[in-house]
């Protein structure tokens, strides 16, 4: 199978990507419970997906936490609410703008390293081989890297917060003279469990998602050279929608239930 | 082969690291919800709960000691509520702490506060209701205040219909401000005044002098040595006087009697019944004199019996003059004489 026109966002094409994702996944899942899970290889996603993207997530984290108190630090100064800051940028961080930040990165990262590796697999006929030498190539290639995305991003968002909460701190030492201890309990004195389960089940939800359509515009690319920066394009542009599309629909649901 | 080793591990220290961080904000927001403890539950039941929630803060004398963990319904409409105490911190929570509904600043969430109870009560148990303290909403304050503005505004329109009376000049406090005669009456009074207290200093002045009779109640030694042994005669008799009442105080003399002797006041009585039934028989009496047809009524009422009376003694008068004169006579006679004589003589 083979995506019409890749580079085109009309209509057509869109449903058929949906229907073609969905697919997708219940190969996905099918192939999770049915075939041998390629323990080595998802390690080595993991390695790929997860550990190398900490340096970018960690820095990015560090800043966003910093950045996020600077500029809100003169707003709540001028209220004489300085003392929310701490809670309201780890709250901020933790429930929304870690998880969808961290998530974007991650598919920027990842998800377009997926679908440009698959697509190039796919335009070499390395696919067609390993189905020609009996070996799974859907097993192999896109039940690891999407198993190794789904776990790998809530891991690396626990890092992303737990950074960011470092940075918020180094922001808010460089105005006052707050101890880290008093930081710490006015940071988290409004955090309940309702915060920090959703977002969590919400950044499994944006992995899943990213390792599944960077998979799947990866595995279903078009021929040709030019199709795998395609595939690698679709794969970051899709998985980014996709996230903001989870993320209002967890708003909506985590409303509901809390 | 290494290779492969060395991102294993590094991917296994990465996913520990994750989930270690994980577990950590687990414990830490338990930890603050009072999750890994054995809470002491304790509830308390509320009119209105002013947007209460579940894992909200229980703070006894501003420090958190547990959360609320749930709210319900009661039939009666009220809200009831339970907390999670922590268990070394129930120990300040007493029997008869009251429970209030507060908030952490203007823009904080709600908080249970718990008021401190007695100091030697005894402490909360397991499924106690504490009693609960309504505070004032918002609400009824910014209620409150906008009646007090409504009422600022009447005031406010009253006292501008006044100051503009007091312009036109009517009323008193408009003459006050506008009538030329009220100055000029002020400003004879306050010459009078200044005559007045002129005049009140001269006469200080002739008072300290010893001059006239104030004069020398300041100044003359004499009259103040006299009016000191006028307060000394003052003196002792208002002792004789505290004396004379101490005697009839401790009924000595006809006074002490009268007021401490009882058998005095039962003759009083006595007496007093007598003379009632004395003048009752002499009210008789005076009846039967009044009577025509008694002796005394003819003595004092008839002019012919008195007239007869006079005549009658007039004639005794006259009978007794002829007697005494007839007995003379007779003494002078010679018998008689002889007889008396010889009387002396056996005497």
Redesign the interface.
């Known amino acids: 199978m083979e995506r019409k026109s890749p580079n085109k966002l009309n209509f057509e094409q869109l449903l058929m990507d949906i229907a073609g994702i969905t697919t997708f996944l219940f190969r996905y899942i099918g192939s999770l419970f049915r075939n041998r899970f390629e323990g080595?290889e998802f390690?080595?996603q993991?390695?790929r997906t997860?550990?190398q993207s900490?340096l970018l997530v960690g820095i990015t984290a560090i800043i966003l936490g910093l950045v996020l108190t600077i500029q809100i630090r003169p707003i709540l100064a001028d209220l004489g609410?300085e003392a929310?800051l701490p809670n309201m940028v780890f709250i901020s961080v933790l429930t929304e703008m870690g998880p969808v930040i961290f998530a974007l990165l991650f598919a920027g990262k990842v998800g377009s390293g997926i679908g440009a590796e698959l697509s190039s697999m796919r335009v070499t006929e390395q696919i067609d081989a390993m189905e020609v030498s009996a070996t799974n190539p859907f097993n192999y290639l896109v039940v690891t890297r999407v198993s190794a995305t789904t776990?790998m991003l809530?891991?690396?968002v626990?890092?992303g917060?737990?950074l960011a909460f470092f940075g918020s701190f180094i922001g808010l030492k460089a105005y006052s003279d707050i101890s880290f201890k008093l930081f710490y309990s006015r940071a988290?004195?409004?955090?309940?469990?309702?915060d920090?389960f959703p977002a969590?089940i919400k950044t499994i939800f944006f992995g899943f998602f990213i390792g599944l359509i960077a998979s799947y515009m990866g595995y279903y690319s078009g021929k040709g050279t030019s199709g795998v920066g395609k595939a690698a394009n679709a794969a970051v542009v899709a998985s980014s929608l996709v996230i903001f599309l989870i993320d209002l629909i967890a708003v909506q649901l985590t409303d509901i239930l809390t | 082969m290494k290779k492969k080793l060395q991102r294993s591990i590094l991917v296994g220290i990465f996913v520990t690291l994750g989930l270690a961080i994980f577990i950590a904000a687990i414990y830490l927001v338990g930890k603050k919800e009072n999750l890994f403890g054995s809470p002491v539950r304790v509830s308390a039941i509320f009119n209105d709960v002013k947007g209460l929630r579940e894992g909200n803060k229980v703070r006894l004398s501003g420090i958190d000691i547990g959360t609320v963990s749930s709210l319900s319904f009661m039939n009666d409409n009220r809200v009831f509520i339970q907390m999670n105490l922590e268990e070394e911190q129930v120990l300040y929570v007493k029997k008869d702490s009251k429970v209030t509904i507060g908030s952490e600043g203007l823009m904080g969430s709600k908080v249970v506060m718990i008021l401190p109870g007695t100091i030697d009560g005894i402490p909360v148990q397991e499924y106690d209701t504490l009693q609960t303290v309504e505070q004032v909403d918002i609400d009824d304050i910014l209620e409150e205040v906008n009646k007090s503005s409504q009422n600022i505004a009447v005031v406010s329109s009253e006292l501008i219909s006044i100051t503009r009376k007091i312009n036109r000049g009517d009323g008193v406090f408009g003459k006050i401000f506008t009538d030329t005669t009220l100055t000029q009456n002020l400003d004879d009074a306050t010459r009078n005044i200044s005559y007045i207290t002129e005049n009140l200093y001269d006469l200080s002045e002739k008072v300290n002098a010893g001059e006239g009779i104030v004069g020398k109640l300041f100044a003359d030694t004499t009259l103040t040595g006299d009016i000191g042994k006028a307060s000394a005669n003052m003196d002792e008799i208002t002792n004789n006087l505290r004396e004379i009442t101490d005697k009839i105080n401790q009924g000595q003399g006809i006074f002490g009697r009268m007021f401490t002797d009882t058998s005095l006041t039962n003759n009083l009585y006595v007496t007093s019944k007598n003379l009632q039934s004395t003048t009752g028989s002499l009210m008789l009496l005076a009846d039967k004199m009044n009577n025509d047809s008694s002796a005394l009524n003819l003595l004092i009422d008839d002019p012919t019996f008195a007239d007869s009376l006079e005549i009658l003694i007039q004639r005794l008068n006259r009978g007794i003059v002829e007697a005494t004169e007839a007995a003379d006579a007779v003494q002078r006679s010679g018998l008689i004489r002889a007889f008396s004589k010889k009387k002396k003589e056996e005497k």
């Open positions: 080595r390690i080595n993991c390695y997860g550990y900490l609410a929310w776990i809530p891991l690396l626990f890092f917060d737990l988290f004195s409004e955090v309940y469990f309702r920090i969590t």
